[in-house]
């Protein structure tokens, strides 16, 4: 496994490359999730990249940045045993360089300003930018992208498509712990007695599901059944609960079509988010 | 000389090509300046690339883009005279599906506020998109840009390094008629009295290129004279008259470095450009 710093070695070793490649951007503190995006890539392509990099342009001011969880040796033992190839660690220098200023964003309309982007204003414009970024050192024939972050994927698909980039974006369904709550970085924060609390999330949706499956095709009833749900959990203060196109993010009100269920919940001071897709 | 329409066209022949590929963007109905560029990408390339695409989003509502001028068979059988290898003209259809809407923009701050960017609001937001657009298409080793379009440059070699994108901005000096009058397809609306008066825009900014070199350092001093000398001139209508650092495009009070002096004046209802750098 390489392990490299600077984008100039970064461009080197891509020149060398024969092949497909499998790219997995990341912001450390790996999981399982990680790991199933890696074993994704690196069974797919000839060679598996994964960068490290916690983005400062996404997090907004007052938000994690500084206190987001970070252990660099961990994660390299743990890529060296899904057989990762190549580990690309930039400094917070080497991407925004401070002598030359930074000026240049991607900005994705439309999909950006709902959801994740309302209450973290700036965080896609951070996303998107660092993954033009990555994607343009990097060059992969694939990246690969959690659904647990469905916004996200929405966002870096949109991107790809409108700028000609050419890769593929593979989405990979989110991985759970055995109680539902699914693998983010951010559950690290959660105090035991939190943790215990945070399958509340994922209860609200598989709730969207059975009444979907049961026939309820109302958007409004099925947000106010999960509200209830999460209301009797003391420690849960919901940040929003909605039903949406899954590809353009409009809210629906009647569920006539495929639909993404998605929330975000601050579990005590740590704010979580997941989804499902009724299809 | 192959001529392609399609993106997917212009992957499948850009994955066949090995060595290194010139790529000269225009807007078409092509002149010497654009012949000059395409004959540096053929020289310093195994592969000449250029792209004939009237860019809708560059242009502002109440701009030219209805009007401006297109002549492909004209401009192909220039190209084929300076052996150009492949000509990419892709529809407006090709670039901005409608089907899908277009969402994602390239926003270059610090630069793109001023000069033509307070005059084209939304100008350079169109032309970095298309150029970062038409990059990951032809995925060029140099790109060719005109010195005339000085911002422009500015705006692009910005982009570039922001968003590291792999390739080199290659810029070549403006191409001049025999009155000095800048190469442009805008030259075209000229009517000949028009014609006649248009080299003021030159002829102010040697008078700047003497005054310089005669000592003066006060740009306000000498903005006056080139104002002064274009009022002389009945058709002309100053838009803005500038001297500002090259690559950060500040205002300069004082000349104690290199300098940009660039200026936009209308000839009738003919908006043209020019600039020269004192240094």
């Not at 057989?83 to 000026?103: Q, R």
Request: charge should be neutral; proline fraction near 5%; hydrophobic fraction near 40%.
């Amino acid at each position: 496994m390489q392990v490299i710093k600077t984008i100039s070695e970064a461009r080197k070793i891509r020149q060398q490359l024969s092949g497909s490649v499998g790219f997995v951007p990341t912001m450390g503190f790996l999981h399982q999730g990680h790991l199933i995006l890696v074993r994704r890539a690196k069974e797919e392509n000839s060679t598996a990249v994964v960068s490290i990099f916690v983005n400062p342009t996404q997090f907004g001011r007052g938000e994690d940045f500084r206190q987001y969880p970070r252990d660099l040796d961990r994660d390299l033992e743990m890529l060296e045993g899904v057989k990762t190839d190549i580990v690309f660690v930039p400094s917070e220098e080497e991407m925004y360089p401070s002598a030359n200023g930074f000026n240049s964003w991607v900005d994705v309309e439309g999909v950006t300003e709902q959801l994740e982007g309302a209450s973290r204003p700036g965080h896609f414009r951070g996303v998107a930018t660092v993954c033009a970024k990555l994607f343009n050192i990097v060059q992969p024939t694939r990246a690969y992208f959690g659904e647990k972050d469905a916004q996200q994927v929405v966002v870096i698909t949109r991107m790809v498509a409108d700028l000609n980039m050419n890769l593929e974006i593979v989405v990979v369904p989110t991985v759970r712990e055995s109680d539902g709550l699914a693998m983010s970085s951010r559950n690290t924060y959660l105090s035991p007695r939190e943790r215990k609390a945070a399958p509340v999330l994922f209860q609200a949706l598989s709730l969207a599901g059975e009444l979907w499956r049961g026939g309820e095709r109302d958007a409004a009833k099925i947000r106010r059944k999960m509200t209830a749900l999460i209301q009797k959990e003391p420690l849960a203060r919901i940040d929003y609960i909605s039903i949406t196109a899954p590809d353009t993010l409009e809210e629906l009100r009647k569920i006539d079509r495929p639909a993404l269920v998605s929330l975000a919940v601050k579990i005590g001071t740590t704010r979580l988010i997941d989804n499902i897709t009724l299809k």
